[in-house]
């Protein structure tokens, strides 16, 4: 029973995670082409934006790994941890492409 609730924990909060793949690669393909629009497709934040794809699969991997001899409860809190490091990554990213754009 403890390992399907795991791998249902697991699945669960993996949804939550791929919104924020989803979105960083949203903006990877949308962002760049509003750029071009605005006459700016030079200040393009290449790097920021392919840290918005990359960094979410690669937190929530990293947690699942460093939590997988946990019980289920601490299992659970260290994956809604790496939620959380996502979302102020997340947010962190958006300002800095905001204010590199700005600033070139």
Same mark, same amino acid.
């Given at each position: 029973?403890?390992? @399907?609730?795991?791998?249902?924990?697991? @699945?669960?909060?993996?949804?939550?995670?791929? !919104?924020?793949?989803?979105?960083?690669? *949203?903006?990877?393909?949308?962002? =760049?082409?509003?750029?071009?629009?605005?006459?700016?497709?030079?200040?393009?934040? !290449?790097?920021?934006? !392919?840290?918005?794809?990359?960094? =979410? =699969?690669?937190?929530?991997?990293?947690?699942?790994?460093?939590?997988?001899?946990? =019980?289920?409860?601490?299992?659970?809190?260290?994956?809604? @941890?790496?939620?959380?490091?996502?979302?102020? *990554?997340?947010? *962190?990213?958006?300002?800095?492409?905001?204010?590199?754009?700005?600033?070139?």
């Amino acid at each position: 029973m403890s390992r @399907v609730a795991r791998i249902a924990v697991t @699945v669960v909060l993996g949804l939550l995670a791929a !919104w924020f793949l989803f979105d960083g690669i *949203s903006n990877l393909l949308a962002f =760049p082409q509003q750029l071009e629009a605005l006459g700016v497709a030079e200040r393009t934040p !290449w790097v920021i934006l !392919w840290a918005s794809v990359l960094l =979410p =699969p690669l937190i929530f991997a990293g947690a699942a790994v460093v939590a997988r001899r946990q =019980p289920l409860a601490r299992y659970t809190l260290v994956l809604i @941890v790496a939620l959380c490091v996502i979302a102020t *990554s997340r947010l *962190s990213l958006i300002a800095a492409a905001g204010a590199s754009v700005s600033l070139a």
